[in-house]
Structure formats: C-alpha cells, structure tokens
C-alpha cells in the first residue's frame, strides 16, 4: 500500500545519503532556505536595524579606513574620548554589514539574504563535521544538518539584522 511505497521512499533516500553525504547535506539546505523563504522579500529596517546600518559611518561612508573601524564601536560611535558608547566592539558583523551595503546599498532585503545564506553555510558546517569529525553516516549527518537549519531556536538570529 501507500505506506509501504513510503517506507520504501524514506529507505531509499537514507540510503542515497550514506552513499553521498556531503551531497545529502547540501541538498538538504533546499528546506533551510524554503524555511526562511518570507525573509527574502522583507523590506526595510526594524528597531536597532536603521542605526547600526543606515546611520553607521563604518557602514555608509564613501570610504572608511580600516584603522577608523577598528576605533567605533557596532553602532559607529568613537570607543575613546567623549561622548557616551557601550563599547559593543563586533567588527566581523560592521565588515559584514560595510559589505553588504557596497553589494546593494542600503536595500534591506539584501541582508536578510545574506543572513539566510550564512545560516545555510552553518548548517552545512554542522552536517560536513558529522562526517568529517563525528563520524556520522550521511543520512544522520544531513539529518542533523536539516534539524540545526530549520529549528526555531536560530529564527532571531536569522531574521533580525542586528
């Protein structure tokens, strides 16, 4: 019956997943971006978004030195002297916002992109280390990289910028 075709289906692909794990795990990602498919046509910035990406002269100016972002903090503000900051010092997200902003300028969506393919490349890490480090099966190993990309827990990392 129909069950059994199904049970047959499910076999057939963990078999195709032990076979050819790091395939499994990219074909996997399908579902982590399906998952967070809205994301993808979001428009325009949410609460701390419009400072630390539109008002941010790390961000947003024509040209910024590398030594200049070493001295601001995440939100653009000067880490010495006066003037008050919180000392929030994540330079690998400014460099990452700087870049998106010199890929598509201020047109929000681009970093959600961004955001839903950076998750993609972490769960791939999670199913390449299954196999590579663990030694999981494929179909564990894409298994668990299915599991980290569409749980919940990462939504807010996901879909918030800042």
Excluded at 12 to 25: F, G, I, K, Q, Y
Excluded at 83 to 92: D, H, M
């Amino acid at each position: 019956g129909v069950s059994g075709m199904a049970v047959h289906a499910v076999a057939a692909c963990w078999s195709w997943a032990d076979r050819n794990p790091l395939l499994a795990v990219l074909v996997v990602q399908i579902a982590v971006v399906l998952a967070y498919a809205p994301a993808l046509a979001y428009e325009g910035y949410k609460m701390d978004d419009a400072v630390a990406i539109e008002r941010n002269p790390n961000v947003v100016a024509d040209e910024v030195p590398f030594s200049e972002m070493m001295r601001r903090d995440f939100w653009g503000l000067p880490m010495h002297g006066s003037g008050w900051t919180n000392k929030s010092f994540r330079p690998l997200t400014t460099l990452s916002f700087r870049l998106g902003y010199l890929l598509h300028g201020l047109q929000s969506s681009g970093f959600f992109v961004a955001n839903v393919l950076m998750h993609c490349v972490a769960s791939i890490v999670v199913g390449v280390s299954g196999v590579s480090f663990v030694g999981l099966p494929g179909s564990c190993a894409a298994l668990s990289s299915l599991l980290f990309g569409v749980h919940p827990v990462h939504t807010e990392n996901v879909l918030y910028l800042v």
